[in-house]
């Protein structure tokens, strides 16, 4: 799970993975309070058009994470 620390005291849990629905290609994000993903508060998706098509899975997956990084950074300012 990506941890995301907003401020010193503010950290927000994120679950990244590849979407199966018609963003299938692209990842699906669920937002949780906790690290034990028990208190979901957002969800979101990275389409599948972020990502060019020549990326390993690793890149894919890498550039997914940063991409839910800088999301959730902007969400909660």
């Given at each position: 799970?990506?941890?995301?620390?907003?401020?010193?005291?503010?950290?927000k849990?994120?679950?990244?993975?590849?979407d199966?629905?018609?963003?299938?290609?692209g990842?699906?994000c669920?937002v949780?309070?906790?690290?034990?993903?028990?208190?979901?508060c957002?969800s979101f998706?990275?389409?599948?058009?972020?990502f060019?098509?020549t990326?390993?899975?690793?890149?894919?997956r890498?550039?997914?994470?940063?991409?839910?990084?800088e999301?959730?950074?902007?969400?909660?300012?």
């Amino acid at each position: 799970m990506l941890r995301v620390q907003l401020s010193p005291r503010r950290t927000k849990f994120v679950d990244v993975q590849p979407d199966n629905g018609i963003n299938k290609g692209g990842y699906y994000c669920k937002v949780y309070e906790d690290e034990n993903g028990q208190f979901e508060c957002d969800s979101f998706t990275i389409d599948k058009r972020s990502f060019p098509p020549t990326m390993t899975d690793a890149e894919r997956r890498n550039r997914a994470i940063k991409l839910a990084d800088e999301r959730v950074k902007q969400m909660y300012k």
